[in-house]
């Protein structure tokens, strides 16, 4: 039988909360089902060698979740997580799941508690400042077992704060016509591997390739196919 101390140490303990599904308020009217969305990220063959787990909501393929505050991509995130990590099938082992992160989540909430770090890893999107502090937390995040990701690299003085914590390193093709091949050159110093994203045709893919990309994501392997963990798969 437990003791009054014991009890009341154990009540003591912060328990993190689970994870919560959301929609805005104007997203909300068809429904607050359990949607995420998923593509895969691949290698040059066509294999699946991991997915990039996505915020959707019912009636929409796609959002402009980029543009948004900083505090509704966060409950983006989170319902990502939930969808994904507390609902039963698995929709993404074997294979690593990327999903996106602020700094502001990264630094304000117990990511281990609400993720399975064996497969998760956690893109950094472009907005998030890199200084002293949130390299802190991302070196402690590896420590507990994620991989980290740079999304949407683009050469700017944060990310590259950021390479030497890099497992993965994403660019954008678009970004890549702007820039030219020394964003590649600067994405790839610290040996992370690379993942070309926006590849939409053979043309983008056989471009990538020539440039030593090791991954790859887009249109060409296959669009996003959304997932409602409650009922069936539904292509998008």
């Given at each position: 039988m437990l003791s009054r101390q014991n009890v009341a140490s154990l009540v003591a303990v912060k328990v993190p909360p689970r994870p919560r599904l959301w929609h805005p308020p104007h997203l909300s009217?068809?429904?607050s089902r359990a949607l995420v969305g998923r593509q895969g990220i691949h290698g040059a063959d066509g294999s699946v060698r991991g997915h990039e787990l996505l915020y959707r909501a019912p009636g929409y393929e796609t959002l402009p979740i980029d543009l948004w505050p900083t505090r509704l991509q966060d409950r983006a995130t989170e319902h990502v997580i939930a969808?994904?990590?507390w609902c039963d099938p698995d929709i993404t082992a074997p294979h690593p799941a990327f999903v996106n992160f602020t700094r502001s989540?990264?630094?304000?909430?117990d990511v281990a508690a609400h993720c399975d770090a064996s497969r998760m890893v956690i893109e950094v999107v472009e907005s998030a400042?890199?200084?002293d502090t949130l390299a802190a937390r991302l070196a402690e995040l590896k420590g507990d077992g994620f991989r980290i990701a740079i999304d949407d690299f683009a050469g700017t003085d944060s990310q590259h704060a950021l390479l030497p914590l890099a497992d993965f390193v994403k660019v954008d093709f678009r970004d890549l016509v702007r820039e030219g091949?020394?964003?590649v050159e600067a994405a790839r110093l610290r040996g992370a591997t690379l993942i070309a994203e926006r590849v939409e045709d053979a043309e983008t893919l056989a471009a990538c390739t020539d440039l030593g990309f090791d991954l790859y994501q887009g249109w060409w392997f296959g669009r996003a196919t959304l997932h409602d963990r409650?009922?069936?798969?539904?292509g998008v």
């Open positions: 009217r068809r429904g969808a994904t990590f989540y990264l630094l304000d909430r400042y890199a200084d091949p020394a964003l409650g009922e069936a798969l539904v």
